[in-house]
């Protein structure tokens, strides 16, 4: 897990939420089983720690120790507007009780470790349809399961490399493997520069299914030359 999936978890038990992004989340428990797993297994460690640290004084003792953790273990900053100051540091050092705690429950990495789709800025160059600016704007709001439909009508009228990798994006994102392979797959097969982007989320498309073996054998056909190749090469190590 990252940083800011701990983020949101915290948000969403806090109440902090808006109404329509605690719809979405709630959504995303329901659809995405690793989601929900990772979910359940924060709460229940936000809960030990709560009944360990009931009163003020130890909580702020706590909190002191978490930023100390941070500092040692996570130096790279990430802007969240909105966030009280120390979310980070309660993120980052999750994280590292979570090490400690299950380092032993699983060893392998996970969808969420290497999942960070890009964003989308198709309406940046000229006209385009009202089909495609919705699809853009619920694609980068992650809201995947309404860009879905929005990208299969644009695809019916223009059929791009661009348009069909975020499109297998989304589907992917939505747990719908055999579309979005299908659709890697047919990149992975033309000349477009998302032909190694494709590859890379067909290797993720089995690593959210769990399927270690058929990850690892997609990730030795990338080409070194892929621009995020050192992704490619700290998954394998991972997975080794």
Not at 21 to 38: G, I, R, T, V, Y
Not at 66 to 87: E, M, Q, R
Request: aromatic share 16%; charged share 30%.
């Amino acid at each position: 897990m990252n940083e800011e999936r701990y983020i949101l978890f915290d948000q969403y038990l806090q109440g902090e939420l808006t109404i329509e992004a605690k719809n979405d989340f709630e959504k995303q428990l329901l659809s995405d089983s690793e989601f929900a797993s990772e979910f359940e297994t924060f709460k229940n460690t936000q809960l030990q720690l709560a009944n360990k640290f009931e009163f003020e004084q130890e909580r702020e003792a706590f909190k002191e120790n978490l930023t100390n953790i941070s500092n040692k273990h996570f130096n790279k900053k990430t802007k969240v507007i909105g966030l009280k100051p120390w979310y980070f540091a309660v993120a980052a050092s999750i994280a590292v009780l979570f090490g400690l705690f299950f380092f032993n429950y699983s060893q392998n990495p996970t969808f969420a470790d290497y999942n960070n789709p890009e964003q989308a800025f198709f309406t940046e160059r000229g006209t385009v349809d009202a089909a495609l600016k919705e699809a853009e704007m619920e694609y980068n709001a992650k809201r995947y399961n309404k860009a879905i439909p929005l990208f299969e009508t644009v695809l019916q009228k223009q059929k791009t490399a661009e348009l069909q990798f975020f499109y297998g994006v989304s589907l992917l994102e939505e747990s719908h493997y055999v579309k979005a392979e299908t659709v890697f797959n047919e990149l992975k097969l033309g000349a477009s520069a998302y032909k190694d982007k494709a590859v890379w989320y067909l290797a993720l498309s089995k690593l959210k299914q769990k399927d270690y073996k058929g990850c690892k054998e997609i990730l030795q056909t990338i080409s070194q030359d892929y621009e995020d190749y050192d992704d490619v090469q700290d998954l394998l190590n991972d997975l080794d």
